[in-house]
Every structure is written in C-alpha cells, then in structure tokens.
C-alpha cells in the first residue's frame, strides 16, 4: 500500500461487515489510508462492499443500520464506532447514491443551511457557507425553489452542495455524477478540484463514469469480488497496469481503455496503455497498423437499423432537425405520443411533444438535466398520469388505463430501485407480478426462481430487498418489470448502481429481449451506451423534441450534440480525425473495433445465469490477485502521464 508522509486522515485496518442477516462479510479484512490532499478512488463490482464500507466512514454502519463490524476506521483520530455519527459529520462529508435519501427542507437554500445550522454555527457563517456551497455546483439561482423540482441531476447537485457546505475535511462520494449530464459532470468536478487543491481535505469517490473521473484521481483502491483489498496504486500502476485484471474482475474502465484492450488483441501496440481519448488518438496516430486481416473492421459500421427500428418523425420542426436514414415506409407505431404537455407543479415541464416509437425499436433517451427525460418515460408508462389521449401504447390510452391493465402493456424500471420495491424478500418481490395474474402457486414459484436464477439472484432469494448491493437492486427492479411478460420495457438509468460487468449483462438482456421483439426505451446519460446499443435517438431539450433518429446520424452532428448540452461519446472523441488510420476514424461503437471480444460477460441468447456461479455474492469469479504486502512496482520507464484537469 503507498505510503504518504502526511499523517492520515482516514485510517482504516482489516476493515469487516457483515449485514445483519447475511453471513459474508464486505469488505472483508480491508486496510488503506487517506492522506490530506488525496483524491482515491474506490472500484470493485457490484457486491464488493464499495457503498457499505463508505457508510461506515461516517458511522452510520453500524450505530444507524444494524451490521457487525471488525477491524477499525479513524478519521482525524476519532474511532468511528464509538464516536456519535453528529460528532463525526462535522470530519466526513457524505453524498449518498440515492440523493432523494438525504433532502429533508422546503428549499434548496434550506437544504443546504440545514448542516451547519445543526452545528449551531453563527448565522452569518452559515449563510456564507451555504452559498458558497450552492454557487460551486451552479444551483445558487434556484435557491428558493422546492428540492423536489429539481431534476434527478439537479438533486444530485444539492446533495454535493450540503456536504460540501459542512466543510468536513473528509468527502466521501458515492456515484456523485450519476445522474448528471456532461456539462454537470465537468462542473461538479472542477469545484472538487478547487476544494481538495489547498491540500487539507481529501475525497473518497465511488465512481463508474472514469472517463469524467481520470483527470481527477491520485490514486485507485480495488476491493475484488469478495470485498478483499485487491489492488492500491497510482492510476498508472493501477489502472494502465492491471487494466486487464479489472476487465476480468468486471469493474468499469475508461472507454479509451476498452478501446485499446480490443485494438491490443488486432495487434496496435498501444504501450502505454492509453487512458483517455486524447491519449488514444494520439497512440494510434504514432503507430502503424498491424498487417492482418484482424484489423479490417468489421461490417457493422453503426449503419443506420433496418426500417422495423425507424422512429417516425414527429409534426414538430425541431424534430426534423436529424431526418429518418431509412426511406422505405416505418413500421405502425406502438407507441403514439400527440400533443404532450405536462405540468410539475405550477411548471410546464413538456411542451407540445409528438413522437411515434415502432414497435421493436430501441430507443435512447438523452438531453441535459432538466430537459423533461424522465418526465417523458414516466407520461409513457403512466407513473404520472398524462393527460387523456395524448399517449397510446399498443391501442391503450395510457391516461385513461389503471394499474393492473398498465402493467401488462408496460414495464417501467425506476432510477433508483428501492422507489418500486414492496416486499420482504427478493423472492416475494418477483412473485408479486405474477401472484397478481392468479397463476398456480407451483407456476408461480417455477417461474420466480427461473428469473432469480437468470438475474443471478438465487442466493438472495430470502434476503430483504433493500440489502442488496446497487446492482442487485438494479437487476431485480428489472426482474420485476419484466416477469407480467409487458411488450414495452422503460427504463431510467439502467446502469446506476451497476458495475461494468453487471452493465454488460444487463445490456446483452435488453438487446436479446429487443431481438425478440420487446420495445425498449431508456434514459441514461451514458452516450457510449447509447451509441453501442440504441438504434434510434430522441434528443430533448426545455422539455420539446430537439431531434431523433438513427443513433448514427445524431452524434454525427456535432452542432446538435452541442446545442442539447452534451458531448459526443468517449470513441467517437478518441478516433475522428485520425490521420494514420482513417478506417478507424468512421467507428464510433465499441463492437466495431478491431480484435477479439473481451470475454464478454453475457451472449445475447445464453441464459445469463452462467456468468454467476453458485452462491457467488455478485460478480465473475475471477478476481485480481490478492493484494501485494508489498506497494505495486512503479510504471515502466516512459509510461506516459495521466490526463490532468477535468473530464476528459
């Protein structure tokens, strides 16, 4: 483990917890310090104890939620055990996954002054803190507004805001820019940057977004997937040097990284391993290509999706801003939206929205924060009632329709999972849907268990679902949309929470179900996500449609991708404009590449419950090796240095 001349600020030694009601321990057996003037970075998959451990920091775990623990945490010398979690908020600062966990006050101003008011600070200080702490995340003109108004990225933003408002020398993020969009990552991260650069506070981030990250991390802690310490080292010796031990471990890289692991197996050198986009354009630019026919790309050239996938331009004239690719007739329309408006409170938050999605069609979402995407999905799945023939599914009225009928046109998949679950086990979760179509109780049990084994959720089975790591909550809020067997599947952010190998699954699921013939719609602000599996694009902005249609086509427009807010997707940033490799430069989606597969983690097809074995926690079973007793050795000689500054 690197060692730092300055003294800790956060020590933590053979660190185990064990959740009342389970019997493995994660972490397990984990110990690393923070120093001040630190930024670490905490990877692991899905079930490696990354989000337990940080609520231990703060000693909410286990003085708030019941866990057995082992080991010890300081933080600035106060054992977090035995010191009240009051005391210890003024040392770590904490920002949950799920921020609607932590917003309490009428008002953003409120929310934020709540923290140090409860300190008993003078009021003069806490108002200059708390606006400080909202003018560093850009909400400071909206400090009179509802919490609840805000968008899921804008509620992020406030939940940084009241920690960052405590002035706790510790912060400790936990997804912090999940649900924000590019230009709030960049945002958000800048004002980080500015905090830790006097070098008295240090930050802890669990984070999967590492291409936003990389500019910002001194070093990387990897817990493997059954909570060991795993891996503690600089990014180069960590990221560049063991990035094909954490492909296999199933954790998130860099996608410039994806990248140039397949371009490896095409024969591209690529050495240093290349982190982000600016770095890769770079390599392949400095190298010449291999002569083999492995470096011919491959047929599919994100080529616009046969005309069943079109997505029928709306009457607005925004929306013809990207036309249709296909010229034969689009497919009848499953979805039918005409003249959408809906109201939030006294706010419009969609104007006028007129869009057809055929059926089969995979659809992304996509928009800034506050531009009306989770609105839309809601509208369509009938979570907020819209307004009476304004939205058809499949000859439904969906303002007309309850619940029971809903359900068997639409699956809707939550942000944040815990918001739809209402039973006591994982089991009873899943059973529900199918208990309320008055099945046989053997079919019932028959097919829950199929779908547990499938999400590989068969060891959780009798555990309580809000237990389950993120991604396991993830995995079940889609098992429970899924099992009426709904011909529309809506999902918001389905890779939150969710390590890369679980995203992978996750992903493969709704391209086969996609395959099959279910139409799939997501909102997520992951644009390579979208440019490797949507076929179609809806782009909106101030709650109108800005654009959709094919994927390939809309981030071929860099003036519309601007123009909404966003930033084209992390490949297509690495490969335009190369001047060796022209034949790359047209690629944009990670299948594309050159080279063998990465031992992808889920065929299209296959049962994805081969990818957990039995009684495995939540993650492939090849693991990094055990962490040396010993600090990992230094990058080569003439290893390029990491991305500084901001998002890359």
């Given amino acids: 483990m690197p060692v730092s001349s300055a003294v800790p600020l956060l020590r933590v030694r053979e660190l185990g917890i064990t959740h009342e ?119 400071w003109e909206r400090r009179s507004e509802n919490p609840d108004r805000l968008s899921g990225g804008g509620r992020q ?78 990014v180069d010796e960590v990221l560049r040097g063991r990035a094909e031990d954490l492909h296999d471990m199933g954790v998130w890289l860099p996608v410039s990284t994806l990248a140039a692991l397949r371009l490896r197996r095409a024969g591209f050198a690529l050495d240093p391993l290349p982190l982000t986009p600016d770095e890769l354009r770079s390599a392949l630019d400095a190298e010449d290509a291999p002569v083999s026919d492995a470096t011919r790309p ?49 706010s419009e938050v969609l104007h006028d929205i007129d869009l057809d999605v055929p059926r089969g069609a995979f659809v992304a979402v996509v928009g800034a924060n506050g ?33 029971r009928t809903l359900s068997t046109r639409i699956g809707f998949v939550f942000q944040n999972p815990e918001h739809q679950f209402i039973a006591h086990t994982v089991f009873d979760e899943i059973a529900h849907g199918l208990r309320r179509q008055h099945l046989p109780d053997d079919e019932v049990r028959r097919r829950t268990l199929e779908l547990l084994e499938r999400f590989g959720l068969s060891a959780k089975a009798d555990s309580h679902p809000f237990l389950l790591s993120g991604g396991q909550k993830r995995r079940l809020s ?61 782009v909106l902005a101030d709650g109108r449609v800005l654009a959709h249609g094919a994927t390939a086509e809309i981030f071929a427009n860099d003036a519309l991708v601007a123009r909404a807010g966003l930033r084209p997707p992390p490949l297509r940033r690495a490969l335009r404009g190369l001047q060796r490799h022209p034949e790359l430069s047209r690629l944009s989606r990670l299948a594309d590449l050159p080279g063998a597969d990465l031992a992808p983690t889920a065929v299209p097809g296959a049962p994805l419950a081969a990818t957990w074995p039995a009684g495995a926690s939540d993650a492939p079973s090849a693991p990094l090796d055990a962490a040396p007793a010993t600090p990992p050795a230094p990058a080569p000689a003439g290893t390029a240095p990491r991305a500084s500054g901001g998002a890359a």
């Avoid at 009051?86 to 932590?102: H, I």
């Avoid at 009306?372 to 599914?393: E, F, H």
């Avoid at 899924?482 to 999902?491: E, F, M, S, W, Y």
């Fill in 478 to 538: 889609v098992g429970t949309a899924l099992v009426a067997g709904a011909p529309v599947l809506v999902l918001d952010e389905p890779t939150f929470g969710q390590d890369r190998a679980r995203a992978d699954e996750l992903l493969s699921l709704l391209s086969e179900l996609n395959a099959e013939g279910t139409t799939v719609v997501v909102v997520t602000h992951d644009m390579q996500l979208v440019t490797d599996y949507a076929d179609r694009t809806v």
């Fill in 21 to 139: 009601g389970e019997t493995t321990p994660a972490p397990s057996s984990v110990s690393f310090d923070i120093a001040p003037g630190e930024v670490v970075l905490l990877l692991g998959p899905s079930g490696s104890g990354k989000s337990t451990l940080t609520l231990a920091l703060n000693g909410l775990l286990p003085q708030a939620v019941p866990a057995d623990v082992t080991g010890s945490i300081e933080v600035d010398g106060l054992d977090t055990r035995s010191t009240p979690v009051a005391e210890l908020s003024t040392r770590v600062g904490m920002v949950f996954q799920d921020p609607d966990a932590q917003l309490v006050t009428g008002t953003v101003f409120d929310e934020v002054a709540f923290g140090p008011e409860n300190l008993r600070m003078p009021v003069a200080e806490v108002l200059a803190r708390a606006e400080d702490a909202l003018r560093r995340v850009g909400l």
């Fill in 298 to 346: 491959q047929a599919r050239l994100n080529a616009p999706a046969p005309a069943r996938h079109a997505l029928t331009p709306g009457v607005a004239a925004e929306s013809r801003t990207v036309p249709t690719a296909d010229a034969a007739p689009a497919a009848a329309p499953l979805i039918t939206v005409r003249g959408l408006r809906l109201r939030r409170g006294r």
């Fill in 157 to 234: 933003r406030l939940a940084i805001a009241c920690a960052l408002a405590m002035g706790s020398p510790l912060l400790v993020l936990d997804e912090p820019t999940a649900n924000l969009d590019p230009a709030g990552i960049e945002e958000v991260y800048a004002a980080l940057a500015e905090l830790v650069s006097a070098g008295d506070r240090a930050i802890l981030l669990v984070e999967h977004n590492l291409d936003a990250a990389i500019g910002f991390v001194d070093r990387v802690v990897v817990l493997d997937h059954d909570g060991r310490l795993a891996a503690d080292g600089t």
């Fill in 371 to 403: 531009a009306g995407k989770t609105s839309l999905i809601q509208a369509l799945a009938g979570v907020i009632s819209p307004p009476k023939s304004t939205v058809d599914v499949d000859g439904l009225d969906i303002g007309r329709a309850d619940a």
